[in-house]
């Protein structure tokens, strides 16, 4: 197996090259939504591992076995940090592999539990530098005529205008649970929490209705109306799935961890007065600087398993960040790996991210099995990479839809600590779900001319690849 590589001086547009690639069976777009400072493009793998928790065989080591098989490029320091290397998503039920959680509920659709591919082609953006890194992996022995018949049909595919959007449709996107079972669900989490099972738990709920059309249509109204820093569409056979992330789960180099989990949200206001008064409602609340200190705390722990004895930090904590519907609140825990420390390794140790689940971790899982009606899926697991040189990225894969068999189906919670109150719960789960849903809505009454998808553009102050 072989890389080869070229850099080329401009920026070429992610999403038009994408959409020649929307009906490749495998491809994965990670979208930073210009809020970060790479956009990286995988396809035609060479391997793959389609993970179910049921296989009995370790996800992390199969992650360690596919990146076995990828040589470390020879490139320039200035190189992005994916070329070539492992890229996929991990979902929330391979957390069965590692703890005793309970029964596993039964699929409502045929979605791996995790797919990991060694991509053969990649584009990595970045968007900072305004350059464009092409690079082919490949078992042939003469890998250049290939690399080069690729930027030049990269080249053509940037000349190409973006296709109009086609018409979709969707029906009723419908909550499995309404307000009231929601509501009381959040009080049976706050009877667990005053007996003392746990400080906290993350609580969510299905939402789904019946879709036709273009799974890739639907995220470029996604992106527009909802972008996050942590964005991704993947394509894979039967399904696809759209996130728009705005939490980085974790992210790692040869050297150092950080981890940012997100925790405290407010809607966006209607007005500029009101928008300010909801932002500092956030920097004051108590409750829900509580919650990001427990989840903090647990973080940690997580990382001093694998990482140099007194070096884990934390430089943010309490962080408001603006994202198109909601404020959130955000810290970063930051540590030195050990020598030797290996990815599937760290991957194990930290999975599936605390802010997702609760703390102590395992009982809020188990916690939260009893109380949640179906499977996450990809949702609360991580979208992300692994590069052969041993940079890593992985997103919390929220605000995240998965399209399947003609079902678009997403999720929304929120943590729950003894001072929650269950109304504000519910409500917290709207403000969450408001831009999916606006998306959607959007997507099923649009078509013609998508020149308005650059128009929501925040500061590069986080995302894949954004430098902090």
Request: aromatic residues 8%; contains cysteine; proline residues 8%.
């Amino acid at each position: 197996m072989l890389t080869v590589w070229k850099k080329l001086s401009e920026p070429l547009d992610a999403i038009r090259l994408y959409s020649r690639l929307k009906d490749e069976e495998y491809s994965i777009l990670l979208d930073s939504c210009r809020r970060g400072r790479y956009m990286v493009l995988a396809w035609d793998p060479l391997r793959m591992e389609t993970l179910y928790h049921e296989d009995g065989v370790s996800p992390f080591h199969r992650v360690e076995n596919l990146l076995r098989a990828v040589p470390k490029p020879q490139v320039p320091e200035e190189a992005p940090p994916f070329l070539t290397g492992v890229i996929g998503y991990l979902g929330y039920e391979l957390a069965w592999f590692l703890e005793e959680i309970g029964p596993p509920k039964p699929r409502k659709a045929p979605v791996p539990d995790g797919v990991l591919i060694i991509p053969g082609k990649t584009v990595t953006v970045d968007l900072e530098k305004g350059d464009t890194w092409v690079a082919v992996t490949t078992m042939a022995e003469e890998p250049q005529p290939i690399l080069d018949q690729l930027v030049s049909r990269l080249g053509e595919w940037n000349r190409t205008p973006l296709p109009p959007l086609a018409p979709g449709r969707c029906g009723p996107l419908v909550p499995e649970i309404d307000r009231e079972e929601y509501k009381n669900r959040v009080r049976q989490v706050r009877e667990w929490i005053r007996r003392g099972d746990i400080y906290q738990t993350n609580l969510t709920y299905r939402v789904s209705g019946r879709a036709e059309g273009d799974p890739w249509g639907l995220y470029r109204v996604l992106r527009e109306t909802n972008p996050g820093p942590y964005a991704a569409f993947m394509k894979f056979p039967g399904f696809a799935v759209l996130s728009s992330s705005p939490e980085q789960f974790v992210r790692w180099d040869s050297q150092e961890i950080e981890t940012k989990p997100i925790k405290g949200t407010r809607p966006r206001g209607e007005t500029p007065d009101e928008d300010r008064r909801l932002r500092e409602a956030l920097a004051q609340s108590v409750k829900d600087r509580a919650e990001l200190v427990m989840i903090v705390d647990l973080e940690r722990n997580d990382l001093g398993k694998f990482c140099e004895t007194g070096s884990v930090c934390v430089p943010k904590l309490c962080e408001i960040e603006p994202h198109p519907t909601v404020w959130h609140q955000v810290a970063s825990v930051k540590g030195t790996l050990s020598p030797g420390t290996g990815a599937g390794s760290i991957l194990q140790s930290v999975f599936p991210g605390g802010s997702i689940t609760g703390a102590p971790k395992l009982r809020s899982m188990q916690i939260i099995h009893g109380l949640e009606n179906s499977r996450r899926g990809v949702y609360t697991g991580s979208i992300g990479y692994i590069d052969a040189r041993g940079f890593s990225e992985w997103n919390i894969a929220i605000r995240t839809l998965t399209w399947q068999g003609g079902e678009l189906s997403y999720h929304v919670g929120g943590g729950i600590v003894w001072d929650s109150d269950p109304e504000e719960e519910y409500r917290e789960t709207l403000a969450k779900g408001r831009g999916m849903a606006r998306a959607v809505a959007k997507w099923s009454s649009r078509t013609g001319d998508p020149s308005s998808e650059s128009a929501a553009i925040f500061p590069a102050r986080s995302g894949f690849g954004s430098i902090e």
